[in-house]
C-alpha cells in the first residue's frame, strides 16, 4: 500500500530556513508527479511545490518562488523541501501528495483537488519568533 510520511516540521524564526522530507513507500509507478501542499489555519489548502518523478520538471508557487527548492533522492525514495528566507506566513500545516498521472506539473499544483490521488499526514511549520 502506498505511504508518505512526511517529516522535519518545527518552530523556526522568521529569516530561519528548514528542511521537510516526505518518504514514500509502497509503489513501482514508472511517471507520477510529486509534489508539496499547505494548509495554514483558516485557510484553504494549497500548492506549493511539485515536480515529475519522471523528467524532473518542478513549479513553484509564486509565493515560495527563490525560497523554496524541491529536490528528491531515488535511492531513498525521499523527496524534499528545503525552504530558506521563512516568513510568518509560510505557517501551516505542510502536506507531501502523489498523482499518478498528472496532466502536467503545473496542473497537478494548480488544480490538485481533482488529480492528486494520495496524502500523507502532514508535518506542522510554525514561523515565529
Known amino acids: 500500500q502506498l505511504q508518505l510520511v512526511e517529516s522535519g516540521g518545527d518552530l523556526v524564526q522568521p529569516g530561519g530556513s528548514l528542511r521537510l522530507s516526505c518518504a514514500a513507500s509502497?509503489?513501482?509507478?514508472?511517471?507520477?508527479?510529486i509534489g508539496w501542499f499547505r494548509q495554514a489555519p483558516g485557510k484553504e489548502r494549497e500548492g506549493v511545490s511539485c515536480?515529475?518523478?519522471?523528467?524532473?520538471?518542478?513549479y513553484y508557487a509564486d509565493s515560495v518562488k527563490g525560497r523554496f527548492t524541491i529536490s528528491r533522492d531515488n535511492a531513498k525514495n525521499t523527496v524534499y523541501l528545503e525552504m530558506n528566507s521563512l516568513k510568518s506566513e509560510d505557517t501551516a500545516v505542510y502536506y507531501c501528495?502523489?498523482?499518478?498521472?498528472?496532466?502536467?506539473?503545473?496542473?497537478?499544483?494548480?488544480?490538485?483537488?481533482?488529480?492528486?490521488?494520495?496524502w500523507g499526514k502532514g508535518t506542522l511549520v510554525t514561523v515565529s519568533s
Open positions: 515536480m515529475s518523478v519522471n523528467d524532473g520538471t518542478t
Open positions: 501528495a502523489l498523482d499518478e498521472r498528472p496532466l502536467s506539473i503545473q496542473d497537478m499544483c494548480v488544480h490538485f483537488r481533482r488529480g492528486v490521488d494520495y
Open positions: 509502497g509503489f513501482t509507478l514508472d511517471y507520477y508527479g
